[in-house]
């Protein structure tokens, strides 16, 4: 028989069935979180003792019934998953205050339409002052995190346009100056600036448009590996890089714009120059 | 001066080997003035290029002041080429961020000679060229003429005894070309040792030995009367 | 040959304004951003260090592992306290009891959150305005933060009444406070309602009056007995059934749990942002190398050394990039204000916490990345140079 070491009373998840336990060995169930499993080394069938005292104090034995996987929280995702689940009953006792008996702190309702739920919550907030009831799709403080979070990820993304775009417009200028004495020529044949504008801004776009598509290979290909090493990092389930349809699409939209402004600029320093200075006269 | 005793050059291309030397020995005495004349692909380029220790011979030895350049080490190799001897090519390749001035003095700061030395050599290196008031141009403002001499400058800043031109008057006109090998007359009078490798015959016609080559050899010979 | 090589480095650097000036801004942007990276790494754990330094406390009792600002109560906390405070290496104990209550606002009830202690002991906030009266009551004497005094418009001498959340009881218990001053509390979210009161107000507002009973312990060390590390000894040779922490646990918790997606995404960043850097720098020196092949052959062809011109290409890289990198400092420290205001209205984030700290190690890291960053963007480029057949190139050019 084991004494979990700590205490967990907030990480008790107790449930009502309406058939609890009736195992003939009279120890009443508990699923232990896999992450606790491990953690203890626990085994199905073995007993362990739960306090909410730090002393041992007024234990209570379950038998550990099975193991399950938390459902992956992103707002705890770097919090070990040290969690049980009892049958609401034999939650007696192990409330972290409060009198004796079975506190509930939460209740999950499931509607007959699912519609209804912000009226719900505000008819059951209404009738039970100091209750706090909430549509479970109603914005809260993790949608504001994310938010936040996609706020900052953007403002990078600026900066890393900004820095790669004074790169590509470097890169840009020196390539189409070493093929200045080519635009010279052409012009004396009688190409139209207009005419080598639109060429150069065909190539940017090109060279743009590939680096992008590229960059999104790229970022698509190691996105597995970006998810691998975080969820072995944190031990959860949750995906942390995922490359959408809408990402590619913004990407995209990002970068050939900068690659046609570094080849519009790169054409003009080119072209502003007299012809004939270009071929050397 | 420099003696190149039956060297060979053999390329390696995907398409098979070009022999681009087949057997060549030349000597070249201190203030000679030899021309190196021949068709397009004789192998002129390839044979100034081994004199100068730019390239090593497949086969045989180039002997500079009595040592063989073809063994020496890379390090030891451009030292030679610094303080030994001075290169002209067709292209100039001037530093084109470099002044005039900047450009001369390069080989004389890589040598290690102090600032008022270096000032005071540059100074009448590009005056003996004359260009002592072009010293802050860079090589776009200067014409072809000028820029080869600028080159010219920079090939003898460290006096070497023996200077090597690849086709110096190559990319430049009539007039301008008759220029460059005034002074190259000048140079050698002045006691340094000229190989040059030309097509135009009337600057062939300027050096005391003008050596004749077609296919990788050395075919002809004949000195100036 | 070094002092050469960064002389024609340099005059090459200067002549080439347009590249130069696009080739050090692109490295300025990206080197700001490498440099925020860097102080996001320690940024949060520095002011948070800095936060609970600034309690006046270094060392803290709790009952459970699993939570380290409140977890389950500590019983008979009477006695544990008296236990502790005999403890030559103990200067002073402060007990918190943590609870809830709503205060009726101007259009609604707020959620207010409220902390009780010992008044005659250290107390973990700083005094604004007021006084926190060691007796008193009824009415109990009330601290507010700020943001209470501006939401139910009180000031000293304001009286109110908070409507006890925290108990089992169905219906809420009233308190009738008043306010006895204003103080700014540690750790305290922007949009945050915090007060505190006596032990025994809270404990009554959570209608337990007579319970012995504490969510933490707070101590603060004698720095002369041994600091906070002999405390924390004492504290657990003392109390062997509780959880003691000192400030560095703390912090190295929450570093490793709390903030350790900041410190994850700022290593990852950085190393995104590093290899980027180095492959711009590295594209921009091999095209600008590949474009003068010519000049490099002629160089050579001159007598310069292989050593010597592959010592230019790597001043090239080095002056590029300590130009940038040197200029990325200012430029990443304005940036860092601008992210920093965006993360911090992440919420439950204290106020005055702050994502970006400077610091020398920073700083340091910064400077060495950048050199590391010049070399191995410079390690292709000098390769072409190294390899750059003299002969075959000169040949090239004049027939190109």
């Known amino acids: 028989m084991r004494r979990l070491s700590f205490v967990i009373p907030a990480l008790v998840t107790a449930w009502s069935t309406l058939g609890s336990s009736s195992s003939p060995a009279l120890l009443p169930d508990a699923l232990v979180s896999r992450q606790l499993f ?31 996987e938390p459902t992956p929280d992103p707002m705890r995702f770097a919090q070990e998953r040290l969690e049980l689940r009892v049958h609401l009953p034999d939650a007696e006792g192990l409330a972290a205050s409060g009198p004796p008996g079975v506190p509930v702190t ?19 907030e209404r009738r039970l002052p100091g209750v706090t009831a909430r549509s479970t799709s109603a914005s809260d403080d993790r949608v504001a995190t994310f938010t936040v979070l996609d706020r900052f990820h953007l403002a990078i993304a600026i900066v890393t346009l900004l820095g790669s775009g004074a790169f590509l417009l470097a890169l840009m200028v020196m390539l189409v100056d070493e093929r200045r004495e080519t635009v010279a020529t052409l012009r004396l044949i009688g190409l139209t600036r207009a005419r080598l504008v639109t060429q150069i801004l065909i190539e940017g776009a090109l060279i743009a448009g590939a680096g992008a598509a590229f960059g999104i290979v790229f970022a698509a290909a190691a996105e597995p590996a970006f998810n691998r090493f975080f969820q072995w990092r944190y031990d959860t389930a949750l995906v942390f890089v995922r490359v ?9 939209a990002f970068a050939v714009p900068v690659g046609l402004a570094a080849s519009a600029v790169a054409g003009w320093t080119v072209l502003r120059r007299r012809t004939l200075l270009q071929v050397g006269r | 001066m420099v003696a190149a005793r039956d060297i060979s050059r053999v390329f390696e291309m995907p398409a098979g080997p070009v022999h681009a030397l087949r057997r060549v020995s030349l000597a070249v005495d201190a203030a000679e003035y030899v021309s190196v004349v021949g068709p397009s692909g004789c192998g002129k380029s390839t044979l100034l290029h081994l004199l100068g220790g730019i390239d090593v011979p497949t086969t045989g030895s180039v002997m500079v002041d009595g040592v063989d350049v073809g063994s020496l080490p890379d390090n030891a190799r451009s030292a030679v080429r610094l303080k030994r001897i001075g290169l002209v090519f067709q292209r ?15 080989p004389l700061a890589e040598s290690g000679v102090g600032r008022a030395e270096r000032r005071r050599r540059t100074k009448d290196l590009l005056e003996y060229v004359g260009l002592a008031e072009r010293a802050d141009h860079r090589p776009a403002q200067l014409s072809g003429g000028e820029m080869q001499r600028v080159a010219i400058a920079r090939a003898l800043a460290n006096r070497p005894a023996l200077l090597l031109a690849d086709e110096p008057t190559g990319e430049l006109d009539q007039a301008t070309g008759a220029q460059i090998v005034a002074l ?26 003008t050596i004749q080559m077609r296919d990788g050899s050395i075919v002809g010979e004949s000195h100036r009367s | 040959m070094i002092r050469r090589a960064i002389a024609l480095a340099w005059l090459r650097v200067r002549r080439e304004k347009g590249r130069t000036i696009l080739g050090v801004a692109g490295i300025t942007a990206i080197g700001a951003l490498l440099f925020d990276m860097l102080l996001l790494g320690n940024g949060l754990l520095v002011s948070f260090r800095e936060r609970l330094d600034r309690s006046g406390f270094d060392v803290r009792v709790i009952a459970s592992e699993s939570a380290v600002i409140a977890g389950p109560p500590i019983e008979r906390v009477t006695a544990k306290t008296a236990i502790l405070r005999r403890a030559p290496s103990i200067a002073a104990v402060q007990r918190v009891r943590l609870g809830s209550a709503d205060v009726e606002g101007v259009q609604a009830a707020h959620h207010v959150t409220v902390a009780g202690v010992d ?31 501006r939401v139910f418009h009180l000031m000293v001498g304001s009286r109110l009444v908070l409507e006890g959340r925290c108990g089992a009881a169905l219906h809420p218990l009233p308190l009738q406070a008043q306010v006895s001053g204003i103080a700014a509390f540690q750790n305290d979210a922007t949009d945050a309602l915090t007060a505190a009161s006596s032990y025994a107000a809270v404990a009554a507002l959570c209608g337990e009056s007579d319970s012995d009973r504490a969510d933490m312990l707070l101590i603060r060390s004698n720095a002369a007995a041994g600091g ?31 903030f350790s ?23 921009l020196l091999t095209v600008s190398v590949n474009q003068q092949l010519g000049e490099m052959a002629a160089l050579r062809a001159l007598g310069l050394s292989r050593g010597r011109v592959m010592a230019g290409v790597l001043c090239e890289s080095a002056l590029l990039i300590g130009i940038g990198g040197t200029a990325a400092i200012p430029i990443g420290g304005m940036l860092s204000i601008w992210l920093d205001h965006i993360l911090r209205s992440l919420p439950g984030i204290p106020a005055d916490a702050r994502f970006f700290v400077f610091t020398a190690r920073a700083l340091a890291i910064h400077a060495a990345l950048l050199v590391a960053g010049a070399v191995l963007a410079a390690l292709y480029p000098m390769r072409l140079v190294a390899v750059l057949p003299i002969a075959e190139t000169l040949r090239r050019e004049v027939v190109s």
């Open chain 2, 92 to 106: 100039f390749f001037l530093l084109p961020m470099l002044t005039a001035w900047e450009n001369v003095e390069l």
């Open chain 3, 119 to 149: 008044p005659d002991a250290l107390v973990p906030w700083s005094m604004i305005d007021g006084t926190f009266p060691s007796v008193g009551g009824p009415p109990a004497a009330i601290v507010i933060n700020r943001n209470m005094s």
């Open chain 1, 244 to 252: 959408t349809p809408a990402i590619a699409i913004r990407s995209v």
């Open chain 1, 106 to 124: 939460g209740i999950n309702v499931q509607l007959r339409d699912a519609a209804d739920a912000a009226g719900f919550a505000s008819d059951v």
């Open chain 1, 38 to 68: 491990e953690r203890e080394h626990l085994s199905v069938g073995e007993t362990v003792e739960l306090s909410r005292s730090a002393s041992g104090g007024a234990a209570k034995h379950f038998r550990i019934a099975g193991v399950y």
């Open chain 3, 228 to 258: 906070a590390d002999a405390a924390a000894a004492a504290a657990r040779a003392a109390l062997p059934d509780l959880h003691v922490l000192t400030n560095e646990q703390i912090v190295e918790r929450f570093s490793r749990i709390e």
């Open chain 2, 184 to 209: 190259f007359d000048r140079l050698n009078a002045d006691g340094t040792a000229l190989v040059v490798v030309t097509h135009d015959a009337a600057v062939a016609s300027r050096a005391g030995r």
């Open chain 3, 261 to 283: 997606y900041f410190r994850q995404l700022s290593s990852v960043l950085t190393a995104v942002t590093l290899f980027f850097g180095l492959l711009l720098v590295a594209v």
